[in-house]
T-cell receptor, first 112, second 116 residues
Framework: GNSVTQMEGPVTLSEEAFLTINCTYT??????LFWYVQYPGEGLQLLLK?????DKGSNKGFEATYRKETTSFHLEKGSVQVSDSAVYFC???????????FGQGTELSVKP | DTAVSQTPKYLVTQMGNDKSIKCEQN?????MYWYKQDSKKFLKIMFS???????INETVPNRFSPKSPDKAHLNLHINSLELGDSAVYFC???????????????FGPGTRLTVL
């Protein structure tokens, strides 16, 4: 079945460090891929998405590229801020109208 | 303006009780969802409704019953609460999944349920 695997957290970085959160997936066909972010005490927000191979999603300095050959959608940011501290979820949707399947989430903590 | 709202934000109750969580969206979306987030932050879909009709019903105990009086509301009623029901419950909505943009979910702020 379809699944998403993320790197385990928590990830602790200093401000202005480079961030990578790994995400790989297993799916039939050509899924759409997403990153959602959950700030403390809040619901999830869509951060970025990519709907086909080699697409790059980007938002708020974060970016992720849909790599079909490695079935990956790693999240990157060049310089993190304390305000980026949150839990990040990778997710896939196998087809239009299909279920959104989440990875287990990766907690990011950015220290001043 | 709140896009997806849930009430209550916190709910503490005894085992065996019956409780409801309400959800409303003012986005004009056709589809609404309930997700459960456990203590390890793992998120799982429970139900999905499109225009008041059930379209996804995961293997959730039948103590959980969603009710959609209209397409802007999807309430979750839970009978005979158990300790294992303690979690954060998120409501979400989206445009019709068959339309462009229908893949993005807008989530509510969550309801933290604690069963004692």
């Amino acid at each position: 079945g379809n699944s998403v695997t993320q790197m385990e957290g928590p990830v602790t970085l200093s401000e202005e460090a480079f961030l990578t959160i790994n995400c790989t997936y297993t799916a039939t066909g050509y899924p759409s891929l997403f990153w959602y972010v959950q700030y403390p005490g809040e619901g999830l927000q869509l951060l970025l998405k990519a709907t086909k191979a080699d697409d790059k999603g980007s938002n708020k300095g974060f970016e992720a590229t849909y790599r079909k050959e490695t079935t990956s959608f790693h999240l990157e940011k060049g310089s993190v801020q304390v305000s980026d501290s949150a839990v990040y979820f990778c997710a896939l949707m196998s087809n239009q109208g299909g279920k959104l399947i989440f990875g287990q989430g990766t907690e990011l903590s950015v220290k001043p | 303006d709140t896009a997806v709202s849930q009430t209550p934000k916190y709910l503490v109750t005894q085992m065996g009780n019956d409780k409801s969580i309400k959800c409303e969206q003012n986005l004009g979306h056709d589809t609404m969802y309930w997700y459960k987030q456990d203590s390890k932050k793992f998120l799982k879909i429970m139900f999905s409704y499109n225009n008041k009709e059930l379209i996804i019903n995961e293997t959730v105990p039948n103590r959980f019953s969603p009710k959609s009086p209209d397409k802007a509301h999807l309430n979750l009623h839970i009978n005979s609460l158990e300790l294992g029901d303690s979690a954060v419950y998120f409501c979400a909505s989206s445009q019709d999944p068959g339309l462009a943009g229908g893949d993005a979910r807008i989530f509510g702020p969550g309801t933290r349920l604690t069963v004692l």
